[in-house]
């Protein structure tokens, strides 16, 4: 999946590691961290040097409970950080539910736009994406962040996400927009509930059906605490190590989203090593 920008190609032949960025006051695992933009583009750059294969940087955070931002203070937290990383040999994602930051992070040069309301949020959305040459993330939530974790609700949570990503490819390739162009993401923690989370984890290969690679990010996620003991958000590295492993195994068409891309790396790159050496379909015995 070849990159406007960058003069790099996304190969889903193996697994890849997305650093997440957050630009904001409030997010759940980093918020009011990096409020600086020279701060924010050397924690990219360390990113990339870490292994990361995309740097994914949002401007609103979309934690459970969190309020839509004013899309111009969304444009002026990120557009500052964009400009930075012209050289950044990561690919560079745009995570946004508004067309206004959407046009600004392409006028910037960015790869990717990262909507996690699979551009439905935002009427524009759909149009802006579909003029771009960029590959676009179309990532399942139920509801909107504010309410999304009040009462999450379904007949049957995998195919319920699987039903609602297909519809929403459809709805991309009537606009103009390549199935090629498109990566789909679950949501884990948007709009569910601990069971469906790990309904969704369980049977993530089923997604490989609709011909698209997946992005799955579990870093720091509620759910890790819950299967723990409820261990405080920077004290889930082993959880989110052993989700990451565990999406892995379930197809290398993917790339796992994380705030600690050092140490997800060697997860990620022998999880690359053991499917190149699995034998061929034809040669196996199971």
């Known amino acids: 999946m070849p990159l406007p920008r960058n003069t790099r190609t996304l190969r889903f032949d193996q697994p890849m590691v997305m650093g997440i960025l957050n630009m904001t006051p ?3 695992s980093d918020g009011g961290r990096l409020t600086d933009a020279d701060a924010a583009a050397e924690a990219a750059w360390h990113m990339a040097e870490a292994g990361a294969a995309l740097v994914d940087i949002g401007g609103e955070s979309t934690r459970p409970g969190a309020k839509p931002v004013w899309e111009q203070d969304e444009i002026d937290r990120v557009a500052p950080v964009l400009e930075r990383l012209g050289a950044l040999s990561a690919g560079v994602s745009l995570d946004t539910r508004k067309a206004a930051v959407m046009r600004a992070g392409l006028k910037a040069g960015v ?3 990262n909507d996690v309301s699979a551009l439905t949020w ?7 994406a579909a003029a771009s040459p960029c590959p676009i993330v179309l ?4 509801g909107s962040p504010e309410t999304m974790q009040d009462a999450p609700a379904y007949a049957d949570a995998l195919l319920d996400v699987y039903d609602w990503l297909e519809a929403r490819v459809l709805a991309c390739e009537a606009a103009g927009i390549a199935r090629a162009r498109l990566i789909l993401d679950p949501g884990v923690g948007f ?3 601990l069971r469906h989370n790990l309904d969704v984890l369980n049977g993530l290969s089923l997604f490989h059906a609709l011909g698209c690679p997946l992005l799955v990010g579990v870093s720091r996620k509620r759910f890790i605490g819950a299967l723990g003991r ?3 958000v920077d004290k889930r ?3 989110t190590l052993a989700a990451v492993v565990h ?3 379930q197809g290398h068409r993917s790339c796992a989203c994380t705030t600690w891309p050092r140490p997800s790396r060697p997860c990620v790159s022998g999880r690359a090593c053991a499917m190149r050496r699995s034998p061929p379909d034809s040669l196996r015995n199971d």
């Open 122 to 128: 935002d009427p524009e959305s759909l149009a802006v």
């Open 230 to 232: 409820e261990e405080p």
């Open 247 to 249: 999406c892995l195994a």
């Open 139 to 142: 990532m399942h939530a139920q």
């Open 26 to 28: 409030d997010s759940f």
């Open 237 to 239: 590295l082993p959880g």
């Open 191 to 193: 709009g569910k509930a």
């Open 111 to 113: 790869d990717i736009l």
